[in-house]
């Protein structure tokens, strides 16, 4: 922990049971600000997994995803609402991505260039855009992944990544563009179709593939809710055909994994 000493007086590192608590209490406080603000989202991929066929977390995940459409996306950001110690980070300058991070904790990531001192226990926000097409959604996936290789991976100590000798390339060739420049034009690719009669929708930076991600407008303007941990959260109408679509049609059948390793959690605040 030498090296991440920056971040704030480290305590101790969090157990899972700790790291889904303190981000039960992030969601918590983000359904309040949305409920207050009138914003509208979903759960989503293994946090809206874990709350159909769990009610709560998956025994091994650790963090929360959750999805807004463009519109009421922007308006997050607009608004910028302050949270009980939680903040909003901005990925991508904020057009891509957004997380909730707990102030109180601090995350060690060894597989990223960017600074520990931004994370900690967090809450990933992704706006759905319209898509176009095919090719329209590969060309998002493949901008991102090449920004990615160029400024975000380390590959000496990432072991997920598929492909790291041709990613390796990408990233070096990928470095011509200016990290800030690859943002505006995903940005501009990805909100390209027009927000009128829009049918289809996706997070134009998944990992998942064009048929996994593209889901129907009307599973995010008619809603339903659904139990998390004891409390009510909002999910998709057609949840059970997204959940199919992305993890197959055995998604209702649990199936033990290793947990979901987003890296090291450590408390830098007295509780």
């Excluded at 995940?61 to 519109?71: A, E, F, G, S």
């Excluded at 608004?79 to 909730?100: H, S």
């Excluded at 997920?160 to 943002?183: C, F, Q, T």
């Excluded at 134009?204 to 995010?220: D, H, L, Q, R």
Aim: aromatic share 12%; charged share 25%; with cysteine.
């Amino acid at each position: 922990m030498e090296a991440d000493q920056d971040c704030g007086n480290v305590l101790r590192q969090l157990t899972l049971q700790e790291i889904q608590t303190e981000a039960y209490r992030m969601l918590c406080e983000f359904d309040d600000v949305c409920a207050s603000s009138g914003l509208t989202y979903s759960l989503a991929y293994g946090t809206l997994l874990g709350a159909v066929r769990h009610a709560g977390f998956i025994p091994w995940d650790d963090d929360i995803d959750i999805v807004m459409t463009r519109p009421e996306y922007d308006r997050l950001i607009t608004l910028a609402p302050r949270m009980n110690e939680c903040r909003l980070v901005e990925g991508g300058n904020g057009c891509l991505w957004v997380k909730i991070v707990s102030e109180r904790t601090s995350l060690v990531d060894r597989s990223m260039k960017k600074s520990n001192c931004d994370g900690g226990v967090f809450i990933d926000v992704f706006p759905l855009d319209g898509v176009r097409s095919r090719l329209h959604y590969q060309v998002c996936r493949f901008l991102r992944g090449v920004r990615n290789s160029a400024y975000v991976i380390d590959f000496e100590n990432c072991e997920w990544v598929s492909h790291k000798g041709l990613r390796r390339v990408a990233g070096i060739a990928g470095r011509i563009i200016p990290e800030r420049s690859y943002d505006k034009l995903i940005y501009r690719f990805a909100t390209a179709c027009p927000k009128k009669g829009t049918q289809q929708i996706a997070n134009m930076f998944s990992a998942y593939g064009y048929e996994k991600e593209c889901t129907p407008i009307n599973g995010m303007r008619h809603r339903r809710f659904v139990d998390f941990e004891g409390r009510s959260f909002p999910v998709l109408f057609d949840s059970e055909q997204y959940l199919e679509r992305v993890y197959g049609k055995n998604w209702s059948v649990p199936v033990e994994r290793p947990r979901q390793d987003h890296g090291e959690y450590y408390w830098i605040k007295h509780r």
